[in-house]
């Protein structure tokens, strides 16, 4: 059921976006119906960490999403992009202080770099917290979405997305606590008031001549884990391996799972969130994407684990990084994500933490 899994540490992969060099590897494919069965229920457990620690990612499959929803979820983004720009700027993100809704091509940034894609972010609807003199700057990140009224759709369609990829993120992050021998609801605290979850709708248009080939830029995710839904046959995305760009096509009936820096932290360090970025697409194509981030509470202070003595002892520290430090608070590690992103809403309603 699994292959030897080596040891890496992940080096800073070439910063070319149009590097042709890709490894041979591929990423992992697991079947979480294993872990269900007792006779599997192990092995998956050994997988799951043993993929998390060398690659990052793997694709899950078995995880029971209703193929309907998934085709709704790709049919009701395309209809979306598609709307007039009168209607998709009617929530463009540069009116929410909270960094919600819709962002036009190349509105948004990776490591100072322009990304071509746009998109819409949604997050908990829930209401916005007054700032004040003992208030967090992270709590700016909470506060209701932006919908479209052109298409009512999408919020019905996100909403039991959001809700089915919650229910199966808590499943495999007690199977993740079991495989590192801790108890399973060992992350549970920290998802248990306000999630600060977060949704994300992607359309990469193809790349033009003269333009940028950065779909987005290399990066890690800052929250726990995410789940990402990929348009059947359309390729982009690409995961750091051994120091080099490894494609990762979508597999039919898949989702792609990668680990956040929050589990980097907790497990200090035996699990990497490993740097990933897309391709823009060929020209006169386009690609859409849905990554579900899931993320504890905004001031949650994520457990540091205490590991079994065999994989402490393969556990090298949490990445070190100048420029972006991880931070044990999920809102404070977070912030920073959000500030270099989108420095248009920044300079629009938060010009003190520019």
């Not at 967090?136 to 009224?149: A, K, S």
């Not at 360090?269 to 690609?287: C, I, Q, S």
């Amino acid at each position: 059921m699994s292959e030897t899994l080596s040891e890496d540490l992940h080096p800073q992969p070439s910063s070319d976006p149009d590097a042709a060099v890709l490894t041979t590897d591929s990423l992992p494919v697991l079947d979480l119906r294993a872990a269900a069965d007792p006779a599997t229920a192990q092995e998956f457990r050994d997988m799951l960490r043993e993929a998390t620690h060398d690659y990052g990612f793997f694709y899950l499959v078995g995880h029971g999403i209703d193929p309907a929803l998934t085709e709704r979820i790709i049919a009701v983004s395309r209809e979306f992009f598609a709307l007039p720009e009168a209607d998709k700027l009617e929530i463009e993100n540069v009116t929410s202080p909270h960094f919600r809704g819709y962002t036009r091509v190349g509105g948004e940034r990776t490591q100072g770099q322009v990304d071509w894609r746009e998109q819409i972010d949604i997050g908990p609807e829930r209401p916005a917290v007054p700032a004040g003199p003992d208030v967090p700057d992270y709590w700016i990140l909470q506060g209701p979405n932006l919908w479209p009224t052109a298409l009512p759709e999408v919020r019905e369609t996100l909403e039991e997305w959001n809700a089915t990829l919650a229910e199966l993120s808590t499943r495999l992050l007690a199977e993740w606590a079991e495989s590192l021998g801790q108890p399973r609801d060992v992350f549970d605290a920290t998802f248990a008031d306000a999630p600060a979850t977060l949704t994300k709708i992607v359309r990469y248009p193809g790349r033009v001549e003269g333009g940028t080939a950065q779909g987005v830029g290399w990066h890690n995710d800052s929250g726990v884990l995410t789940l990402l839904l990929v348009e059947p046959g359309k390729r982009g995305l690409q995961v750091e391996r051994h120091g080099q760009p490894m494609d990762a096509p979508p597999l039919e009936g898949a989702l792609i799972v990668n680990i956040g820096e929050m589990l980097e932290w907790a497990t200090d360090g035996y699990l990497k969130a490993t740097n990933h970025r897309v391709l823009a697409p060929e020209p006169g194509t386009d690609r859409i994407s849905v990554p579900y981030f899931h993320n504890p509470a905004l001031d949650a202070v994520f457990p540091r684990l205490t590991l079994p003595a065999e994989l402490a002892a393969q556990a090298p520290g949490v990445t070190l990084d100048e420029a972006n430090p991880i931070l044990g608070v999920y809102g404070e590690n977070a912030l920073k994500s959000r500030l270099r992103a989108h420095p248009d809403v920044v300079a629009a309603h938060h010009p003190h933490l520019a």
